[in-house]
């Protein structure tokens, strides 16, 4: 097998793990952003949401587990293909659910597919991410979440106009599914079929895979996986109440007219997106334990302000901030995570997940403690969160060849 890697190939790699990472952001910002038309076209409330967002959060915790398994077998060509297909068809399912036959049971379905299709995508686009750090010598995790914050500008945008102009949400859905479908398909041919990538060498036995699998679960016994699991939970936490919660937060909490939601929805993912940009150079600069700290206190300071603050200018800068600080947590923590090349696909895997409960089991447990108090007081478990993740910054210092050591004879 050639294992040249080229510049040109590279940047052709560095090009379709962004377009990727844009492509599953703009899949969630279509989704969240027609949450609000989907909620009254399916006649149900926040907890109805809520079982929704358990749906998908199930099933994406189950790709999170199979990634490494299927990274493994199909390698990263086939594995992020096959995700990005059911990302995209599980979108237009959900369009087709809630819009056309208006059924709770297809919806739910669509969901499930989105979610296991996002999960397992998450796990394997970043550690392709972390394989593309390695080659450059550079950390460029930031700007690959930048593009899943771009994808979630696009989306967010869109979403506002589809809603201002009155088109359908299946129609919204369908179109935004086949432009998913698209980039996948084009992506993928720029992959390369490389160790370096990630991907598994095409005479790979049946039993390595399963050593792999079993590897994957040994990721579970290191303390690191669960004070890095900490960062990510709190500012997944951050990030997914946002995705999933704001535009509802706006209207039905404020009391702004629907519009605003994805509005306010945008503005986050501006500030999230320009804090990806800017944040691999800082990391690099200043370290990930002072970086994440600084974001923390930003994070959880931007949202007691979205909170508080009556319907107008203070709630766009309060989701500016909320935005800015919940930037670099995951792609910090993604990065830390794959500290040892050798296991950085299971210790990914492993991270991601505890990260991936917040981020998508949270938000069902919001909307149900929100049926009862409200959306905005339910947010104040974010903003503890968010104090949780700070706290526990010190876990993404990198892991030098001693530590790893020191952390391999503490395991025994």
């Known amino acids: 097998m050639d294992t040249t890697l080229t510049r040109s190939r590279l940047v052709r790699w560095h090009i379709a793990i962004c377009a990727i990472f844009l492509a599953s952001g703009l899949s969630i910002a279509t989704w969240a952003s027609r949450v609000p038309a989907i909620r009254a076209s399916l006649g149900i409330e926040n907890s109805g949401v809520g079982l929704l967002l358990l749906g998908m959060g199930v099933a994406s915790i189950i790709g999170l587990s199979i990634a490494p398994a299927v990274l493994?077998?199909?390698?990263?060509?086939?594995?992020?293909?096959?995700?990005?297909?059911?990302?995209?068809?599980?979108?237009?399912?959900?369009?087709?659910?809630?819009?056309?036959?208006?059924?709770?049971?297809?919806?739910?379905?669509?969901?499930?597919?989105?979610?296991?299709?996002?999960?397992?995508l998450d796990v394997m686009m970043n550690v392709e991410g972390a394989a593309l750090e390695k080659s450059t010598g550079r950390t460029i995790m930031p700007l690959l979440h930048a593009f899943f914050s771009f994808g979630t500008v696009i989306g967010a945008g869109l979403g506002f106009v589809a809603v201002s102009v009155g088109i359908p949400v299946l129609a919204h859905c369908v179109a935004l599914a086949v432009v998913i479908l698209v980039v996948a398909f084009v992506s993928i041919a720029n992959v390369p079929r490389r160790e370096v990538a990630m991907d598994a060498p095409a005479d790979e036995e049946r039993a390595h895979w399963r050593?792999?699998?079993?590897?994957?679960?040994?990721?579970?016994?290191?303390?690191?996986?669960?004070?890095l699991g900490v960062i990510m939970l709190g500012m997944a936490f951050a990030e997914g109440s946002a995705n999933d919660w704001l535009p509802s937060a706006v209207v039905f909490g404020h009391g702004a007219p629907e519009e605003a939601g994805p509005a306010v929805l945008a503005v986050f993912s501006v500030?999230?997106?320009?804090?990806?940009?800017?944040?691999?150079?800082?990391?690099?600069?200043?370290?990930?334990?002072?970086?994440?700290?600084?974001?923390?206190?930003?994070?959880?300071?931007?949202?007691?302000?979205?909170?508080?603050?009556?319907?107008?200018?203070?709630?766009?800068?309060?989701?500016?901030?909320?935005?800015?600080?919940?930037?670099?947590?995951?792609?910090?923590?993604?990065?830390?995570?794959?500290?040892?090349?050798a296991k950085a696909a299971s210790r990914v895997a492993a991270a991601a997940t505890i990260g991936y409960v917040a981020f998508l089991c949270g938000p069902p447990i919001l909307g149900w403690i929100g049926d009862h108090i409200g959306l905005l007081p339910t947010l104040f478990i974010v903003v503890g969160l968010?104090?949780?993740?700070?706290?526990?910054?010190?876990?993404?210092?990198?892991?030098?060849?001693?530590?790893?050591?020191?952390?391999?004879?503490?395991?025994?």
């Open 211 to 227: 050593e792999r699998l079993a590897t994957s679960l040994q990721a579970w016994k290191e303390p690191r996986t669960y004070t």
């Open 271 to 341: 500030a999230m997106t320009i804090g990806r940009i800017a944040g691999g150079p800082v990391v690099d600069r200043l370290g990930r334990v002072i970086v994440l700290r600084v974001l923390a206190a930003t994070a959880a300071a931007g949202l007691l302000l979205f909170i508080v603050a009556p319907f107008g200018p203070l709630v766009f800068i309060g989701a500016s901030l909320w935005g800015l600080g919940a930037s670099l947590g995951f792609p910090i923590g993604m990065s830390a995570a794959a500290d040892d090349p």
């Open 386 to 412: 968010i104090v949780a993740s700070g706290l526990f910054s010190g876990a993404a210092k990198p892991l030098t060849v001693e530590s790893a050591e020191t952390e391999k004879v503490r395991r025994g």
């Open 72 to 120: 493994a077998r199909l390698g990263a060509r086939g594995g992020m293909l096959t995700a990005l297909v059911l990302v995209g068809v599980g979108l237009a399912i959900i369009g087709f659910g809630a819009d056309t036959l208006q059924v709770f049971a297809v919806a739910l379905v669509g969901l499930a597919l989105f979610g296991l299709g996002n999960g397992a």
